[in-house]
C-alpha cells in the first residue's frame, strides 16, 4: 500500500498532515507515536472507515481512497480495533465465521465456512475455546477472538489497533509470538499500532514515529530508539514498557 499526501481533517484539527510512505509487501510495520498523533486515524483511512481530505492510497497499484470499507476488505485488507469488537452473544467459532464470509475468497457452503474456521482457529491457538460463549472471554481471548476473525477474511495485510493493550507481560509475548508466526506462516503483511515500544521493536521491520499527524521518522528499530527527535518527544515521556 502507497500513502501519497495523505491528510485528514476533523473541522480545523488537521489530524493527519501530509502524510506520504509505503507500506512493502511482506513486512511488519510497526506505528508509535504520543496519544493523539494520528495512529487510529491512520488506520482508519487505509481501511476505508475515513475518507481522506486530501491525497492518494493505492493497494496493488488500484486507487482505494474512498471505497466503502467491505470492498477494502475484498481487496484482502483487514484490520483490529483498540477495543476488541466481537459479537458477545456468540460462540467464538461463530464470531469467527463471520469473518470467513466476506475477503477475498467470501467462503460459501458450511463445508468451507467450517474448515476455514477450524484452521484460523488452530493458528489463533483457539482450537480449544470453539464453543465458548464470546460473553465469557478474558481480554486475552477477545484480542484473539478478533484478530481470527479478520484472519479468517484471508488478508494479504492487516492493521492492528493497540493489540498488546493490557496485556500482562506473559501475554505480551504470546501474541508477539503469535504475530510471528502469522507472518511466517501465512506471509501476511502486517501493520501493529501499540505504545509497548520494546515488543514493537522486537516484532517490527521498521517503524514509523507519528507526531502531530506527520511523520517524525520511518526507520529501522535500533535507529528509530536511538532518534533523539523520539526521545525527546515520545519515548522520553515513556517508561518505555
Ligand atoms: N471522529 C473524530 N472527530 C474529531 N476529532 C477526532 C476524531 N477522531 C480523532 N480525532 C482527533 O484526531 C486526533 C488524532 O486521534 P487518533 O485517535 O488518531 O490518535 P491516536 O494516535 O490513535 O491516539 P491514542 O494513542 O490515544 O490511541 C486527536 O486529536 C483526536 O482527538
Ligand atoms: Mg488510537
Redesign the pocket.
Known sequence: MSLHQVSRR?GA?K?LDDLSFDIMSGEILGIA?P????????LNVCTGALTPSAGSITFEGRAVAGLPAHRYCGLGIARTF?IPQIFSSMSVADNVATGALFGPARHSGAAAVKAKVSEVLAITGLAGERDLPASRADLLTRKRIMLAAALATEPKLIFLD?PLSGLNAEEVDIFVGLFHRLHALLGLTLVV?E?KVRALASLSDRILI?NAGSSLCLDRPEAVLRDQRVIDIYLGARNFA
Open positions: 476533523f484539527l489530524a507515536g496519544n493523539g498523533a494520528g495512529k487510529t486515524t491512520l483498540q493497540e499500532v505504545h507519528l
